[in-house]
RNA sequence: GCCCGGUUGGCGGAAUUGGUAUACGCGUUCGACUUAAAAUCGAAUGGAGAAAUCCAUAUGAGUUCAAGUCUCAUACCGGGCACCA
């Protein structure tokens, strides 16, 4: 007998599952046996970022995850889309790029072709003729075509403001990309800037991501932090009259009740009224605090929580109260949210108390705190009977929020309103490596689309990509690239101008899950019929980007579904956020510790690649995090072995036929079909094992034999072909038989008092006979030491639950 | 601070609907094979106890015939958000 060697199989396998295409996805019209269109399932992992550095075994456990799944559906004869495609453009290759001189496109090149080797040997079931690049310019002359269409509708725009900047990347990031204060990319403190900047206008559909997050098949932690992202909420606006001048001030606030307890105004330091409201003795002060408040980074004005802030000199008019009302300037007021000025109500609001007993403001109780509160609470924020609140004196405050709105918006000074924490997504980028935004600008300013039979809009070829501090990308320094003829609507020439800043990586990735159902459409971004019988996304799998891709996704499909593109309006169905692998000590895999585990050294230290799928399946709930540990893989391969010995060792083949194994081969066939339906792989992976235990034992047949390739195909694809050849037989995913489930005798266990106590074998045709399982249950030996001698209160025999409780006094 | 998760043997974890806690794997121990070792195969393995039995799912209460699972409180660990008015 040939010993299990993987590397020898493997390689075989590979080989012909490359030479066969056998994973293309079958035609948008195939049919059944029987003639019905077939049913389709559609999965795919977050694409990667194909690093120099080659794949992790983090990456390892997503593909695998998802390869599970094509196998299981595919082996069950769904017609299954499963393909594969690389996220290329971003900073890493840019930096790689100034670093070595070796351009963008050939590193990218280099690392796709190490992905797709590597792939290759993990033995991924992947329908290879669909690989897709993101950087490709057969694929970002659709990106850049999505772009148009956004532009054409209004949602992308132009504006002018202060935005997130990195000083080492020299770009602008979204707010998305900014982790407490910090560049997601290299980690450097971020900065404000001001500049003119592209957004999507994500904030139209904040209500409609919001509502239908209850539509998607989503982990809750997702949903719930994309809901915290979005941060709805409702509240009105009112508008504060200046003292002396003709302006007013408008506020936002959830708690319009509280009005008459509002006893100043504070605005954004960067509020665009503040020039107005200072006079000669003010303006100084107000003007070098904001100056300060805008130098300051994030982090300081996070750091440093105490309150500051400068009196403007003006006074506005509480409409509520007819009472002069201080104006301040702080920044703890943020310009980005509400209208950037609030109305502080001391009294309840905890942030404002701070700042009226730092600065000596007046503070007015106007809910009326219950009795049964915290008492240690210095301001209350709940709920309660309204008091110093005029007519509104007594009405709980729930229900003033509405009577004071209404009350107001008869006075024309406020009215009902809702904001939210998300902003537009900022997508224009200072540097090389992303896709063009296709647009160019004429002498005066103004913004020209470049027309789509134009597209793509390609990369120049650059010497430096080194990005300046001037706010402008690599780009800019193509001068004859820039240079480009539009044409009016008169059809004559117009000079213009090329934009030069690249879109955000994220807009590249938000629509390739529809460009995979037809990726060489030179024609559409993506063909009607194919999106309609393939889309939408039926799992996805992945471990990161929770509020950024996932809630950009979903835009962009909401947003495609109104122009007709898309026939739903949810891009995924079934989410499936994988959890991290750690190293053996529990702590990130990192380069500079030196504990990262490579997974083609695993593989070609002999374990093989199936020990590596399998093992990573294994090692705990896919959406948990978990350690790698260096000898529980050991376990796995030993598992693999017995496997392959049970199949070609011929001194274990003759132990069959010794025992009747069709029970446990049923039973096997449900709880891997169960488990992978569920997603609990590691459950899956136990179950086989202890089938193959089992079959040690008792012996088996060959059909025990066939049901074990079969089910163990799905994580050691290699090792279950080659199995299945010899044997001589389909992949087709097996079947279980309920009649084969039942055992002619059950173990009948008895407690007393809730304690076990005893156990009574009883034969399958009296668990409907209540009566003599009592009886039989009484019966037995050591319970009756335990009952004998009392009072019996009640027996307790559960439906389907094999156990008797005998309770007694 | 607020919002989510989580806490089960020496370790990773299982227990799907409230019904036999600790499946499966690692580790450890013993045995077989071997001159020996590795590999492999077999057995044992929550704690206490000679045994009957008792005690164990972070801690404390509660509901129930029955709680790892449900309820309340506390502690600890992890994640997300964080001056969002």
């Not at 040939?2 to 020898?8: A, F, H």
């Not at 963008?104 to 792939?119: D, G, L, S």
């Not at 994580?715 to 279980?736: C, R, T, V, Y």
């Not at 106590?757 to 009756?784: I, S």
Request: net charge negative.
């Amino acid at each position: 007998m040939d010993r299990y060697d993987p590397l020898k199989i493997e390689q075989k396998w590979q080989k012909i599952w490359a030479e066969t295409k056998a994973f293309k996805a079958g035609p948008i019209d195939a049919k059944t046996a029987s003639g019905d269109p077939k049913p389709k399932k559609y999965l795919a992992e977050m694409f990667p970022y194909p690093s120099g550095a080659g794949l992790h075994v983090g990456h390892v456990r997503n593909f695998t995850i998802v390869d599970v799944l094509t196998r299981f559906y595919t082996q069950q004869e769904l017609n299954v889309l499963r393909p594969f495609g690389y996220d290329t453009f971003g900073l890493p290759a840019e930096n790689y790029a100034i670093k070595t001189g070796i351009s963008p496109q050939e590193a990218t090149k280099t690392n796709i072709a190490n992905f797709r080797k590597q792939a290759q040997k993990l033995g991924y079931a992947i329908d290879w003729d669909r690989e897709i690049n993101t950087s490709d310019p057969e694929y970002y002359k659709w990106t850049q075509w999505c772009f148009l269409q956004l532009y054409k509708a209004g949602l992308a725009y132009q504006k002018e403001s202060y935005q997130w900047w990195c000083p080492v990347d020299k770009t602008v990031l979204a707010n998305e990309q900014v982790e407490n204060g910090h560049c997601w990319r290299c980690g450097h403190e971020v900065e404000k800037k001001k500049m003119k900047q592209w957004f999507f206008k994500i904030t139209a559909y904040a209500d409609e991501l919001l509502d239908s997050l209850d539509e998607c098949d989503w982990p809750e932690k997702i949903k719930t932090m994309q809901k915290n992202w979005i941060g709805r909420s409702e509240g009105a606006t009112v508008r504060f009259d200046v003292e002396g001048r003709p302006d007013s001030i408008e506020v936002f606030t959830t708690r319009p009740d509280t009005i008459f307890g509002a006893t100043f105004l504070v605005l954004a330091p960067e509020h665009p009224l503040l020039g107005d409201l200072v006079n000669d003795d003010t303006r100084e002060k107000v003007e070098s605090y904001c100056a300060d408040a805008l130098k300051k980074s994030e982090i300081e004005r996070q750091e440093n929580k105490e309150k500051t802030g400068v009196f403007t000199g003006s006074y506005a008019i509480n409409p509520a109260t007819g009472a002069k009302m201080p104006i301040w300037v702080s920044d703890y007021v943020l310009m980005g949210y509400g209208t950037g000025a609030i109305m502080a109500v001391p009294a309840h609001d905890e942030r404002d108390f701070e700042f009226a007993e730092k600065f000596e403001l007046p503070i007015i109780e106007v809910v009326e705190k219950p009795e049964n509160s915290d008492d240690a609470e210095r301001c209350y924020h709940g709920e309660g009977e309204l008091v110093n609140s005029g007519q509104f004196n007594g009405t709980r405050s729930e229900d003033a929020r509405e009577q004071i709105v209404a009350w107001l918006e008869e006075r024309g000074v406020g009215e009902k309103k809702v904001t939210y924490k998300m902003r537009d997504w900022l997508i224009s980028r200072q540097r090389y490596w992303g896709c063009p935004i296709p647009v160019a600008y004429d002498k005066d300013g103004n913004v020209h689309p470049i027309p789509e039979d134009q597209l793509p809009v390609m990369h120049p070829e650059v010497k430096d990509y080194q990005p300046d501090d001037t706010g402008r990308s690599p780009l800019a320094k193509a001068e004859e690239w820039l240079k480009v003829t539009l044409k009016d609507e008169n059809g004559n020439d117009i000079e213009c101008t090329r934009e030069t800043d690249t879109l955000d990586g994220y807009a590249c990735s938000s629509w390739y899950l529809w460009r995979y159902t037809s990726p060489h459409d030179t024609e559409a971004a993506w063909d009607p019929e194919a999106i309609k019988y393939w889309a939408p996304t039926d799992v996805y799998v992945g471990g990161d980007h929770a509020v950024a891709h996932l809630l950009y996704v979903r835009f962009w499909c909401k947003f495609f579904a109104d122009q007709g593109y898309l026939p739903f309006r949810e891009p995924i169905k079934k989410l499936l956020y994988n959890g991290y692998i750690n190293a053996p000590d529990g702590k990130k895999m990192s380069k500079s510790k030196g504990n990262v585990i490579d997974p083609l050294e695993v593989i070609e230290s002999g374990y093989g690649a199936d020990t590596l799928r399998t093992y990573e399946m294994f090692i705990g709930p896919y959406d948990q995090d978990a350690a790698w540990n260096t000898e529980a893989i050991g376990g796995v391969y030993r598992f693999l072995n017995r496997c392959w010995n049970l199949c070609f060792d011929d001194a274990l083949r003759e132990k069959a036929g010794t025992s009747s194994t069709i029970s446990i081969r049923h039973r096997v066939i449900k709880k891997v079909t169960d488990d992978i339906h569920r997603c609990s792989f590691n459950t899956a992976v136990a179950a086989l094992m202890e089938y193959v235990n089992e079959l040690y034992k008792v012996g088996h047949s060959r059909d025990d034999i066939i049901a074990l390739a079969k089910l163990l195909k799905p994580f050691a694809p290699h090792l279950a072909s080659e199995m299945l050849e010899k044997l001589g037989n389909d992949d087709i995913w097996p079947e279980w038989d309920e009649k084969y489930l039942v055992a002619d005798e059950v173990e009948l266990v008895v407690q007393v008092n809730g304690k076990l106590r005893g156990r009574v074998m009883v034969g399958v045709d009296l668990l409907e006979d209540e009566e003599k399982l009592k009886e039989l249950a009484m019966a037995e030996e050591n319970v009756q030491r335990f009952i004998a001698n009392k009072e019996i209160r009640k027996v307790i025999v559960p439906k389907g639950a094999k156990l008797v409780n005998i309770v007694v006094a």
